[in-house]
């Protein structure tokens, strides 16, 4: 689980990288998913997406899952 709040400790968070976060770990062959971070109804629907991806497989380690959420300070 990420925290996506846009922010570093020296501002905008394009002042510190301009890395693709998504495009990095979906390249890499995990699940992405994304939520707004202030919304609980999100949040849930998203933990219940991820068990319902790693339920049925036997070997966590070859099917990671990244969740993104969003957050606005």
Do not use: A, F, P, V
């Given at each position: 689980m990420w925290d996506d709040?846009?922010?570093s400790i020296d501002g905008d968070i394009s002042l510190a990288t301009?890395?693709?976060?998504?495009g990095r770990f979906e390249g890499a062959g995990w699940?992405?998913?994304s939520?707004?971070?202030h919304n609980f109804n999100?949040?849930?629907n998203a933990i219940t997406k991820i068990n319902r991806?790693?339920?049925p497989l036997e070997?966590?380690?070859d099917f990671p899952v990244f969740l993104?959420?969003?957050h606005h300070l």
């Open positions: 709040n846009n922010i301009s890395e693709n976060q998504k699940n992405y998913l939520c707004d971070g999100e949040i849930k991806i790693l339920k070997n966590l380690k993104e959420t969003r």
